[in-house]
């Protein structure tokens, strides 16, 4: 059931708008800003899949590097797929030293993965220098993303560099799924210990209500006001508020031809939950 004419500003895989959030991004923007004065910390982004966790963080991202701090960022996959140190190793192939920089360190290079003994503690050494090394020439910014895929020694490396930021204009950002974590995941007894050691501060990410999914809906489409609050209470109602799948089932309406634009402006057809 297709309708002639071109969509609206359409949200594609992967693309949220930014809505709602604005407390925790103003503990992450205060965290940068005690960074930047050499207060350094640890911030622990948590939520389950879709609920914005890259999205707040990239906003954090774009603020830092307005303000010329260096970012670096890295992820870990699955398990299967995911090395020691993995993404701590992604982090730092992201880094392009200028003349005055620090060269990257072997301890972060993707050669260097043997994680056992005294060479674990000179890694940890090594990676710390260099972190703080970075940090006295600007404000810095990493970003470890997805740790419920974390390998241990990943984890352990963030438990070491962060208990020694404090002094130091360094802001780490990790994120990750507590729906993933039993009493057996590594990174269940090494979140507390975070907190404690590091004075951790904890961002989980609730879904959104539903004036965020009503702004969200008024970002993307112009909408009579009658259609618009049946689009909201339908996208409530069918994604409890996760804001990537109301992205998903916008554009599920869209392909069939149940939300478009006409004439200049966003239609609504009659639907049902089954739509």
Known sequence: ?????????VLHSGEQAFVGR??????????LDRAADGNGGLYLVSGEAGIGKTSLVQELILEAHK??????????FDLSSTPPYGPWLELASH?????DDPELPESLDRKATSPS??????????????VINLAERRPLVLVLEDLHWSDEYSLDLLRFIARHIARHRVLIIATYRDEELNREHPL???????????????????????SEI???VHTCYELPQESHDRLVTYLL????????FTVELTRTLEREGVLYQLDGASKLDAFTNEA
Request: hydrophobic share 35%; no cysteine; aromatic share 8%.
């Open 1 to 9: 059931m297709g309708h002639p004419g071109s969509m609206g500003r």
């Open 22 to 31: 604005q407390q925790e991004l103003e503990l992450l923007r205060s965290g």
């Open 67 to 76: 303000s010329g701090a260096l970012t670096l960022a890295g992820a870990a």
């Open 95 to 99: 880094y392009r030293p200028s003349e």
């Open 117 to 130: 003994g005294q060479i674990q503690d000179e890694r940890f050494d090594e990676a710390l220098g260099f």
């Open 188 to 210: 269940y007894f090494r979140i507390p210990v975070l907190v404690r050691e590091s004075f951790a501060v904890r961002l989980e990410l609730s879904p959104l209500e539903r």
């Open 214 to 216: 009503s702004q969200l």
């Open 237 to 244: 109602q069918m994604t409890d508020g996760n804001p990537l």
